[in-house]
């Protein structure tokens, strides 16, 4: 029972994969990936999170001892027989685009997030890029959360548009980047396409724009976010998920959502992204230090004052 | 003889040109253009600026009108027989991309830019993006400015590498776009691009991203400049120049170029130039106000603050 344990200040619901990539700098197989892996790690960094996921029978030992080293809450992550999900892509020469080569749905095929009652009256919810339904089915098990962000992609407005607004309709932000923002609102500028967007039910907007950084939107404000300048991107695989999962354990550390926070919270997500891609899977995340990362935002933040 | 008239605190050289251009909203025929025109009329709202190009006898008095309007100081417009610097082209569906339809050079064929007496202790300099051997040719007849900026394109990275490269030598900043700079260094993240660029002369390698914005790089430094988001795009056309315009206006306004004042020009360049493209050829400019300007970069710089 983990009744009497004390609520993760945030939970993530996402994919737990093992990712086979090939970028232009290596290819690396069998790697620790999934929308959870990464922003459940990131999240760690400031604030106690809790991961639901579903993994196989054949999910490495040493993959869930990786998590424990994040001290990440593992009440959520469901082990059933049969094999974990596995995805295979290759991206191109500019890291702009991703080709999918195979994807096993496997366990992940039957996946029904069960929150465990610990986690019922956590305050912070992110809900990574799954089905919409499924998204639903966890909204209708956690206690009126302060703040709830929700990811979603192309196939399901494309296949499931109506539960995905219906979800849309139920969260405090909705992150999604800029090809989906002008899909799913059937306006050509951002400007636009957000504000369609707010109209739908949430607060925020939060467009991910990749290299060129993110922008944030509310029914009164902007805040125009640029990426932080690398040297050299290894993997960029999960960087949205590393993002949104730095931001919400900023959020959820902090403890109130407002404007300034926000925009502080954006900018930590989009320095712990910055080291993730540095590296394939979790390897960059696993050896970073909080000194590390207050030493890059720093440096990020003289790349933006005027 | 100009002789005795004061120096323009800026001087911009580059094309003037009669363009036919349709973008999805619309489409114009025969309207003024060229990036003498966009920088000029940019930069006329912060300090006095002097136009060098060249237009054939066939240009519209109204035109010329318009850059008096401006009081673009133009003792550096050249009228010779003949007919004016001609360019069509198309934009895509999302404005990231234009096709040429045709460019009939003309005059502009054999222009060779010359300073009147009276610009050659002019302050500042813009090259806008015209022939390496013509940006040579005017550094040989001005007296050491006290900051030049040069802005290139591809076509001479590949038609003319050994005089841009002289070029970029001899001046304080080089303003390129993503490509071009990738294309120019042979590097591929745009930070490696950008050292390797600095390494070839210039204190300031200016990166311009379109509606992504801008990145300013320094030895020591880097500024990260998002753009300011639009409701609507008409024409595109120009927005790099009108940018380096505004932003050389602020400088030679100043009297000063440190790296604060130099964040400062790029938002007030950036904030004429998305001004700029809410209309086609100079039609937005021409009814734009210094106080609709300041306006506009105080909600600009909001969008910014972290």
Redo the contacts between chains.
Sequence with gaps: MTQHSAAPSLVVVGSIGIDTIET?VAKRESILGGSASYACAAASFFTNVGMVGVVGTDFPKQDVDLYKHFKINLDGLETVPGQTFRWSGVYE??MDNRRTISTDLNVFASFQPKLPAGYRRSPFLFLANIQPTLQLHVLDQIDKPRFTVVDTMDLWINTAKEDLLAVVKRVDMLTLNESEARHLSGE?????AARALLSLGPKYVLVK?GE??S?LFSER???????Y?????QDPTGAGDTFAGGLMGVLASAGTVDEPTL??AM?YGSVVASFGVEAFSLDRLQTLTLAQIETRAGRF??????
Tied chains: 1, 2.
Excluded: C, Y
């Excluded at 933040?301 to 005027?306: N, P």
């Design positions: 232009p020469a500019n050509q500028t951002l400007l636009k724009k060129h950084g922008i404000s902007i805040f125009l976010m640029p990426a300048p690398l040297e050299e991107v925009r502080k900018v933040r003289d790349m933006m004052r005027v």
